[in-house]
């Protein structure tokens, strides 16, 4: 049984000044949540504010001023924004390279940091971890991946091969889109430390209330990726047979996720060709929210093009099956599209 969010700042402390009298070094709520979320990464973990403060902690900390940092190209744009408005202003070296394989370990030669998204954002293009791993390693070079869009239900990194797993638990893990929190988890006892350090310091720290609504909300993990899963690919087939929808995206897809991923997750991709079709198809949708973000119970969707930040067509829609009904969700999905052909 879980118990109660400690709602603290301070805490009874008398005689020499420790880290257990004061709520910005730790909390008892987030300890609990840390060894859950750590025993399914396999490793020690601490949480943070969101996942750009988890991203930040890792990124800030990880790369040195006169470091490398090989960062995603066309994944999550905050990695991109951190990468070239944070560190390269300090002096570190950034290479974006695409969310591919062989791009990724080409691009490894004196890098010191290795950052991929697998499956990446927003077109769920999928990097064989194990092999990134041993081309970031033979170069000397970290490996840090972000599993947000897997959850570790969907995929362990660490076991992998890499080195830092990091997360937005803001979506498919806590799920409900009510809160946001993020994660790091480390195989080394020495990443971990400079990361307390940095959380410390920089005081991007976990609500308990959040931690504590996100450690309830693990215990349907499962339940709500295993639904969101099957949907997204019935949803995928149900594209794959209609001749005005294309650029069909899932993770499935490619071998190395039917390898490496036991679930993939809720997210399906696809376009509608027109910027008017995808904005009309959206408001026709009666189960669906126009919203960003992805993973929670609701099922949401977005044209992607409207943040200017992917390379991605007018007509391109991000789409997260919620835990509605499959064949409601299937259903409510072609009426919008036979409407707005
Ligand atoms: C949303 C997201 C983040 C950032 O998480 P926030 O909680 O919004 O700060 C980082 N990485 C990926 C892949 C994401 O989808």
Not at 35 to 46: K, S, V, Y
Not at 241 to 252: L, M
């Amino acid at each position: 049984m879980l118990p109660g969010p400690v709602l603290a700042a301070p805490f009874h402390l008398s005689g020499e000044g420790v880290p257990e009298g004061y709520g910005r070094y730790g909390n008892p709520t987030w300890s609990v949540l840390e060894a859950a979320i750590g025993e399914l990464e396999g490793a020690d973990t601490l949480v943070f504010a969101s996942g750009m403060a988890a991203l930040t902690a890792v990124g800030l900390t990880l790369v040195a001023p006169d470091g490398v940092l090989v960062a995603p190209a066309d994944g999550y744009p905050g990695i991109r924004g951190l990468a070239t408005d944070r560190l390269a202003p300090l002096g570190a070296e950034v290479r974006l390279v695409a969310s591919d394989t062989r791009a990724v370990c080409d691009a490894a030669a004196g890098a010191s940091v290795v950052w991929v998204e697998t499956p990446s954002n927003p077109r769920l293009d999928v990097v064989d971890i194990a092999a990134v791993a041993s081309a970031a390693h033979g170069a000397g070079a970290l490996l840090v991946v972000d599993n947000s869009l897997a959850t570790p239900l969907g995929q362990t990194p660490l076991a992998l091969g890499a080195d830092v797993c990091v997360a937005a638990a803001t979506k498919s893990l806590a799920g409900h889109s009510d809160l946001l929190l993020g994660y790091a988890s480390c195989r080394e006892r020495e990443h971990l430390d400079a990361l307390r350090a940095w959380r410390d310091q920089t005081g991007g720290i976990a609500g308990p209330f959040e931690a504590w609504l996100a450690h309830r909300s693990l215990a349907t993990l499962d339940l709500r990726l295993g639904r969101q899963s099957e949907t997204a690919l019935a949803l995928m087939e149900l594209l794959d047979g209609r001749d005005d929808v294309t650029e069909v995206c899932h993770p499935s897809r490619d071998p190395v996720a039917r390898r490496q991923m036991r679930r993939f997750g809720p997210l399906v991709s696809f376009d509608v060709g027109t910027r008017e079709r995808a904005e009309r198809f959206l408001a026709a949708c009666e189960l669906v929210t126009e919203a960003t973000s992805f993973g929670g119970v609701h099922t949401t969707a977005e044209r992607r093009g409207r943040w200017g930040t992917d390379a991605v067509g007018e007509g391109f829609i991000r789409f997260s099956a919620g835990c509605e009904d499959t064949e409601d969700l299937l259903v409510d999905v072609a009426r919008a599209l036979d409407a707005t052909v």
